[in-house]
């Protein structure tokens, strides 16, 4: 598909109506519909953006191996585009509701990460929205290279991707995925250190608990005996521990994860079967259960459950990378002091970039992604934020480092050392020296 005249100048204008929005005020948010933040902020007036109409695949080269998109487009819309062409996005984020331009200011992982790295390491090139007002070409040479370095894990604070340019894979229908289960954990993660260095086109894994680890090696095929679906009556994730052989179509294993938001879908209820077929199909998905949480959050409804019945919570929402030569550590500390299992495991390579990026530096070595997701409930109290605390200090402890899409507690220093706080300070008085979109620190730790 390439470039369409047309839609190139319907871009063009969509580029000038926001440049002008962003004019006329002195500070400003972004307007979005769905969001995947998961920390409330602090409800301020401020201007906001609107940007819902740049939800746009403006080209697909899938001989040249890049999609041209907005960056407002949502990743089932980009990847469903790709796939008519017989490519995906190198790495597509798990929920189908994450934007492209979400994905490369924050950061984005999925089972092609141990190859292709995270997101924003398979951007060739994107136009940023600066601060300041200008549209600015960021390219890994040349002028604006430091801002292509520097916007990703800048959650908007320095400007908003108009458009990116991403690398592209080829893809065949099906996948075939191989499930081997280990009961000792360091045979588990030298395991999964040679998936990460075999054939496989992805390698993920899911520890159930302390004596249960699943990897996961998938690889393209051509043809299936036949195929599972876990979009309605059957869930991804306990098929892991049913079978070591499965088949899904390329589209349906790009999206295992989204109708069971892995497997939070159980804290909503769509687990039981009675209230599974209540749902329906259609609103099985992230997007459905977004919504609910964040009705959930303006209520009150579980806080005012855990209050009437003497238990004290803590939402422990997180994402972190650990060096593989760290991860078994890490995996005894968190079991230890978090215990929420089950727990994702997904590797990220060393990929030739994957040090250039300040604001979520990492080394050129192989880390392994824990993402865990629930509420740690106690009987005794806690003062605010002690697990999410006990976590970010062991994580500084192994030189890993975490996603800021949810809760932090850093002190200034402790988050100006980890996420690259000089060089930040350089990007924004270059980029937004007005401060108009806010500050990185202020946005993901006092939730301004």
């Not at 349906?252 to 069971?260: G, H, I, M």
């Not at 209520?299 to 939402?315: I, K, N, Q, V």
């Not at 590797?347 to 040090?355: F, H, K, Q, R, S």
Request: aromatic share 12%; charged share 25%.
């Amino acid at each position: 598909m390439p470039p369409d005249a047309g839609a190139l100048n319907d871009h063009r204008t969509r580029v000038a109506r926001v440049q002008a929005q962003l004019a006329a005020a002195a500070e400003v948010r972004l307007a979005k519909r769905t969001s995947n933040l998961f920390r409330d902020r602090v409800a301020v007036r401020r201007p906001r953006l609107d940007v819902h109409d740049f939800g746009h695949v403006l080209a697909v080269d899938a001989a040249a191996g890049w999609v041209d998109a907005e960056g407002m487009v949502p990743y089932d819309v980009l990847t469903e585009a790709c796939l008519a062409h017989g490519v995906m996005p190198a790495v597509v984020p798990q929920l189908k509701s994450i934007t492209l331009g979400g994905a490369v200011a924050g950061v984005g992982i999925e089972a092609t990460s141990f190859r292709h790295g995270l997101v924003h390491e398979t951007v060739l090139e994107l136009d940023v929205l600066t601060g300041d007002g200008r549209v600015v070409a960021a390219r890994p040479e040349g002028e604006h290279a430091d801002l292509f370095f520097g916007f990703p894990n800048s959650y908007g604070t320095l400007g908003y991707a108009l458009r990116v340019r991403a690398r592209t894979l080829p893809v065949k229908r099906y996948v075939a995925v191989e499930h081997r289960r280990f009961d000792d954990a360091a045979k588990f993660f030298d395991a999964l250190a040679a998936a990460c260095a075999g054939g496989a086109d992805f390698v993920d894994a899911v520890a159930f608990d302390a004596r249960t680890f699943v990897l996961n090696a998938a690889r393209f095929v051509d043809s299936a005996p036949l195929t599972s679906d876990y979009t309605y009556d059957r869930i991804y994730y306990r098929s892991l521990l049913e079978r070591g052989l499965d088949y899904l179509t390329a589209r349906d294993y790009v999206w295992r994860w989204d109708t069971d938001w892995f497997w939070c879908s159980k804290n909503l209820g769509a687990q039981h079967p009675l209230l599974r077929r209540l749902y329906g199909r259609e609103r099985l998905n992230s997007r459905t259960y977004t919504k609910l949480m964040r009705l959930n959050s303006r209520l009150g409804l579980t806080r005012a459950l855990d209050r009437f019945s003497g238990w004290h919570r803590e939402s422990v929402i997180q994402d972190v990378d650990i060096p593989l030569e760290r991860a078994p550590e890490f995996l005894d500390f968190y079991l230890r002091e978090i215990g929420i299992v089950p727990v994702w495991l997904c590797p990220i390579g060393a990929t030739e970039t994957a040090d250039r990026f300040p604001l979520f530096p990492r080394r050129r070595t192989l880390y392994v992604n824990f993402g865990f997701w629930d509420v740690k409930r106690t009987r005794e109290a806690h003062p605010p934020g002690h697990f999410n605390r006990l976590i970010e200090r062991e994580v500084a402890r192994l030189g890993g480092i975490k996603s800021l899409y949810s809760d932090s507690y850093y002190t200034r220093e402790e988050f100006d050392a980890a996420f690259g706080g000089d060089a930040y300070a350089k990007l924004k008085a270059r980029y937004d020296p007005a401060g108009r979109l806010g500050d990185l620190y202020a946005k993901c730790v006092l939730r301004h």
